[in-house]
């Protein structure tokens, strides 16, 4: 290791003195040395073959983060096993030789980790993953080795047991059907032609996950489930030594089978000629253009390796780029559009374009995205697009650096996974810029243009129309469509042409305010400062992230000051604005200056309030500043940008509510809001003709007129000292008319008593239930915070009760909220999805387990698996950004009391089985709920 890292730093040296590397052997000689392991993580190899990864990380404290990781997922499964590498999966929380039942999730939860949330696992055509963090404390640390251990070698999968499971897996199974599962059983067949990925998706088939013999299910895991086939990743706060010493000694017996089958790498065979599907189907909600060059993979091995992914990454980054900016022309060709050029399956890779487009924008569609490669093909990319990219790549590379010893466990787990299963390289941030700064000024337009044509070929394409069947929508031909491409490969085309951008936001500072007032708050390291304007700035300097500031901002009023004439263009202004850009510059523009920067500002309007939320590097706050002061003074208008926002929204929106579940949203929001037009649902095509551009423009200018009754809130890495006078230039300096400004009460409420309806939409037997408690209530934060812990619990019974007990879900969640403004409510929401045949006795249980908790009140055992949970969340939060900016935010606006500002470890170790009881009987009135079925529509029609 410590030879290889001294290879490594000779060969940057010399790269940073060396101007003739392409023609020096000896630099060519240093790019094929092997690209090196990042020296802080121990990977090992057992003798049995199973490999290990251990990191010690701090971030969070006092927590691990487990992976076990099979090499092995559908793909693997014989023709009687099709869905049984998932169901497998399944097994692993109901029953292993230390854990029987579903006692493996009942002790988890008592540690305070979350079934789903934390504890969770995949299967994928070639894989399948274990996800186990967990505290680290002595017993539980031991206990969490000996799940891992019981996971790849001691799973019972007992009748009884894999045949409760039958029923959660088929309601997964139930979950992944519709609009997208029956397009893609179309598709898959096409783009995987005469390749075995086509018929092995993991869900598998629901004949049998029905019917299969638990010795078909028994024989996968025996087969697959084997050392040699498996990683342990161990990344946290832990002693490396002796986490490697566990692991020898707990793995090391795993045995492999005497005759092992052997695992094959299947193909996806190559074609020349190209393959066309096109699918529809009534309940599709987007319409995507899919366009496929297949490529062999290639190695990442060596630093020429290495090198060449820079050049792939630049080229997609810098076409990305250009497809961004055809996306907010007036006109524009797609929703949405993207290139990449990634692994599609273990064996094959591709480069890829991706779009939304339309209703008859398909033909367009394809054309551009052809198009855009013909033309670098043709002319390449310009010198300033590559200069731009280069920075923007350089510092994100940066901030990872930057951030490294705050950088969250779960990032390096999941680069250890694909290092193992794949071979991607993890030689560390810090190499990695080293390498990428030194390396990337030997970058060159020509080799990065002629990837257009190694990549763009005629042989082993695939073009992939997916969209809604509906009436006046016509969709392309296959022959249009190769027509299409082939019309473009014989066209000339102009050259991109890059416009050159204004170096600074602005050329001369706003004249400067004061502050003319400051307090500090020593308990919570907050300083509140008042500047003469009356701007108010609420400032928490952290290190919780090295490279990372947080801003939010509020003043009230909101889009509920006007009347419902003016309702879409007032909800739609900030996004209008966002669009069009601020002073001289275009939202292209601003993105453009912004190259190598890290800062986001976006404004608001909400139905109460107006305001911002911001993010920047701390190097970069100058411009966020400049960008915020430019939002409040100088909005941009600009009717093409109107126009192209208008057009986007439509291909957003236009059949969304084709699909059930967003019909199904929709309308309980209309439920909820007893038909209110402003009380939520999903925006309608003729809603977006009602925006009046003008009109929004005004409105903008007018929410944003006053900053006197503005509050900012910063966290993040900052000095107050340092941030003040940017403070006083930028926040300063905005104008003020001194208003009292206030939200106006809509009076929008759910229905008073109780409400029952059902919702028909769909043809899969796929139903889903919400139910709703709520009602008025004076505010109190003790009692919203049972309200909030009873959720909790109410989550963990209904996950034992219809999931584990009844196999009738395989979904479910509750949560307990009160809310302050416009009026004082509460609401308790328990929702699931489930099949129609079940959905009346789910939702009797539901209410059966509530009026039990109501009788009886909740076991101690179960109250103290969510104080545990709210313990180590809180333990994390507090060492979080968002969690203080979103609660000094919330403390301001809400006007609280500061004694009551922090969750205490005091005030959740005092949380009662008495609470919660007295919560569910003030909440959960039986005399005031809605209760909203979706069913389909021929289950309706019986």
Not at 483 to 492: Q, T
Request: aromatic share 10%.
């Amino acid at each position: 290791m410590l030879k290889m890292k001294s290879l490594v730093i000779a060969f940057l040296l010399f790269l940073a003195v060396s101007p003739v590397w392409s023609q020096n052997s000896e630099l060519n000689n240093a790019l094929e040395k092997p690209i090196p392991l990042d020296p802080k993580v121990k990977v090992g190899q057992l003798e049995n073959g199973l490999t290990y990864y251990i990191r010690q990380n701090e971030k969070p404290e006092d927590k691990v983060e487990f992976r076990l990781v099979i090499n092995a997922g559908s793909m693997q499964e014989n023709d009687k096993q099709l869905g049984l590498a998932h169901f497998t999966e399944h097994m692993a929380f109901n029953g292993t030789e230390n854990f029987k039942k579903n006692e493996l999730v009942d002790y988890l939860q008592s540690a305070g980790v979350k079934f789903g949330a934390d504890l969770n696992a995949y299967t994928s055509f070639d894989e399948t993953v274990y996800i186990l963090p967990i505290p680290t404390d002595e017993e539980t640390l031991d206990n969490g080795l000996t799940v891992l251990e019981d996971w790849a070698g001691g799973l019972l999968m007992t009748g009884d047991e894999i045949d409760k499971e039958r029923g959660v897996v088929l309601e997964e199974w139930r979950l992944g059907q519709g609009a997208g599962q029956r397009m893609r059983d179309e598709y898959f067949p096409v783009l995987f032609k005469d390749s075995r990925y086509a018929e092995r998706l993991p869900i598998g088939k629901k004949e049998i996950l029905e019917n299969f013999e638990y010795e078909t299910l028994r024989s996968f895991y025996e087969d697959w489930y084997r050392p040699n086939l498996m990683a342990v990743i161990a990344v946290g706060d832990i002693d490396p030594a002796e986490m490697e010493k566990e692991i020898k000694a707990r793995f090391g017996d795993l045995q492999n089978p005497k005759k092992a089958k052997k695992k094959k790498l299947y193909e996806v065979p190559a074609h020349e000629e190209t393959y066309v599907s096109i699918v529809t189907d009534k309940e599709a909600n987007f319409n995507q253009i899919q366009l496929y060059y297949k490529h062999d993979n290639e190695e990442m091995k060596t630093l020429s390796d290495m090198r060449r992914d820079l050049v792939y990454s630049l080229y997609n980054g810098m076409l990305g780029q250009r497809l961004d900016e055809l996306r907010q022309s007036a006109n524009p060709p797609f929703l949405f559009a993207s290139t990449s050029f990634s692994q599609m399956v273990r064996n094959k890779s591709a480069y890829s374009s991706f779009a939304v487009v339309g209703e008859n924008g398909f033909e367009k569609g394809v054309q551009v995205l052809a198009e855009e490669n013909k033309r670098i093909k043709e002319h390449g990319f310009t010198a300033s697009e590559l200069d731009r990219y280069k920075k923007t790549f350089l510092n994100n590379a940066e901030k990872r650096v930057k951030e490294l010893d705050k950088t969250e466990s779960t990032r390096f787990a999941s680069a250890y996974i694909q290092h193992f299963l794949s071979e991607n390289p993890i030689p560390g941030a810090e190499f990695e810029f080293e390498f990428y700064q030194n390396l990337i000024n030997t970058i060159t337009l020509p080799e990065i243009n002629m990837l257009a044509s190694k990549w763009v070929t005629d042989e082993n394409r695939v073009v992939v129309l997916t969209g809604a069947e509906k009436e006046g929508v016509e969709m392309p031909s296959e022959e249009e469509i190769l027509s299409i491409l082939e019309e473009v490969e014989n066209s000339d085309l102009e050259p991109y042409k890059d416009e050159d951008v204004a170096e600074s936001f602005m050329t001369t500072a706003p004249k400067a305010g004061k502050v003319q007032n400051r307090v500090v708050h020593d308990e919570l390291g907050v300083t509140e400062l008042e500047l003469n304007n009356g701007v108010r700035v609420i400032l928490k300097p952290t290190q919780f992230k090295n490279d990372e500031v947080k801003m939010r901002a509020y003043s009230f009023g909101g889009h509920s000051q006007y009347e419902m004439e003016d309702y879409y263009s007032a909800s739609n202004a900030t996004s209008l604005i966002t669009e069009a850009g601020v002073a001289d510059f275009s939202n292209t523009e601003i993105k453009k200056m912004l190259s190598g920067k890290t800062v986001r500002v976006s404004p608001y309007i909400s139905s109460l309030s107006e305001g911002f939320r911001a993010e920047a590097s701390p190097q970069d706050l100058e411009e966020m500043f400049q960008l915020t002061h430019l939002y409040f003074t100088a909005p941009r208008m600009d009717e093409e940008a109107f126009g192209s926002y208008v057009s986007k929204n439509k291909m957003l929106f236009g059949n969304l509510m084709s699909n059930p579940q967003f019909y199904y949203s929709d309308k309980l929001s209309m439920i909820l809001s007893q038909d209110n037009p402003r009380g939520g649902g999903f925006p309608k095509a003729e809603d977006l003709d009602k925006i009046d551009f003008q009109r929004a423009y005004n409105i903008y200018k007018e929410r944003f007129a006053d900053a006197s009754d503005f509050t900012f809130v910063f966290v993040g890495n900052f000095d107050v000292e340092g941030i003040t006078p940017m403070l006083e230039t930028y926040l300063g300096s905005l104008p003020t008319i001194e208003r009292k400004d206030n939200w106006v009460d809509l009076g929008i409420r759910p229905p008073e008593g109780i409400v029952k309806e059902e919702i028909i939409k769909g043809t899969d037997q796929k139903s889903y239930a919400t139910i709703l408690y709520h009602g008025d209530t004076e505010y109190d934060k003790q009692k919203s915070y049972y309200l909030k812990s009873l959720g909790e619990l109410v989550t963990n019974e209904l996950i034992d009760i219809l999931r584990e007990e009844k196999s009738g879900v395989y979904g479910v969640g509750a949560s307990g909220s009160m809310s302050r403004l416009p009026e004082s409510r509460y609401s308790f929401r328990i929702a699931f999805p489930c099949g129609p045949e079940n959905v009346d006795e789910l939702v009797k249980t539901t209410h059966e387990i509530l009026a039990d908790i109501k009788a009886n009140g909740v076991k101690e055992e179960d109250l103290d698996k969510v104080k545990e949970a709210q313990l180590k969340g809180l333990k994390e939060d507090l060492k979080k950004n968002d969690y203080w900016l979103n609660r000094l935010y919330s403390f301001y606006y809400y006007d609280d009391d500061l004694s009551n500002f922090i969750v205490t470890e005091d005030k959740i170790q005092s949380l009662s089985a008495d609470d919660l009881k007295m919560a569910a009987n003030e909440f959960l009135n039986e005399d005031q709920f809605v209760e909203a079925i979706l069913l389909p529509e021929e289950e309706s029609a019986e």
